[in-house]
């Protein structure tokens, strides 16, 4: 893919901004210091006005696309605080159609044999939330950068794939394993059976309370 289609889209994988929130940046919410973009309007069929929630408006980090958005805006013929980063072709005075970015990204799957229903920007967006929480984030990380209202939605969007199941079962293998007893027998280690004991005890004394008080009661 050629850009501007292919960065919008990288955004979204990046990011997992919505294709109406990538295409409805302009020059002014790209911050090169801090290398970020702060959402704060989306581009609906060409019609600009305020992303989905309240909680859409957030600033998100681009890391490495940071480089590549600075070398394609530097190519920009118009670039004022309030120009487009990704404008149409044919008319600068407008931003790119997702129904474009669509297109060329189904072209450009059909070409590697990878095209499928439903495949667009927001498989990006989708599979972003997935993999930001492999990596090590909180599905709360996940769902303040996506911007969803509620975490619950992000659980919807959560794939969790048997690649990622079977190291969170391998984990807690490990986990075990660690705790097994220490002269590799079947029984329980002194740590563990110093751990029983302690417990034993605790339950007598909670019994021992628990009588005295039902025979002053009955008194």
């Not at 919410?29 to 609906?44: C, G, L, V, Y």
């Not at 006005?49 to 590549?68: C, E, H, Q, V, Y």
């Not at 997935?130 to 990380?141: K, L, N, Y």
């Not at 394993?177 to 004394?205: T, W």
Request: include cysteine; charge should be positive; glycine fraction near 6%.
């Amino acid at each position: 893919m050629q850009d501007p289609n292919r960065i919008v889209l990288e955004i979204c994988i990046a990011t997992s901004t919505r294709i109406s929130e990538a295409t409805g940046l302009m020059i002014k919410h790209f911050d090169p210091a801090t290398r970020s973009i702060r959402i704060e309007q989306r581009n609906w069929h060409l019609n600009i006005d305020t992303p989905k929630t309240k909680d859409s408006r957030r600033i998100l980090a681009l890391g490495d696309l940071a480089d590549r958005l600075l070398d394609w805006i530097a190519k920009l013929d118009r670039r004022g605080p309030n120009d487009w980063i990704f404008p149409q072709s044919s008319d600068v005075s407008k931003p790119l159609w997702d129904s474009g970015v669509r297109k060329a990204l189904h072209d450009a799957a059909q070409e590697v044999g990878c095209d499928f229903p439903g495949l667009g920007p927001h498989s990006f967006r989708r599979a972003n939330i997935t993999w930001r929480q492999e990596v090590g984030g909180s599905a709360i990380e996940a769902s303040k950068i996506a911007g969803h209202s509620e975490i619950n939605i992000t659980g919807e969007y959560t794939f969790v794939g048997l690649d990622r199941q079977e190291a969170l079962t391998r984990a807690i293998q490990e986990r075990l394993a660690k705790a097994a007893p220490e002269d590799g027998g079947s029984g329980p280690s002194n740590r563990q059976r110093e751990h029983l004991a302690q417990a034993r005890r605790a339950k007598q004394e909670k019994a021992k309370v628990v009588a005295i008080n039902s025979k002053e009661s009955a008194a």
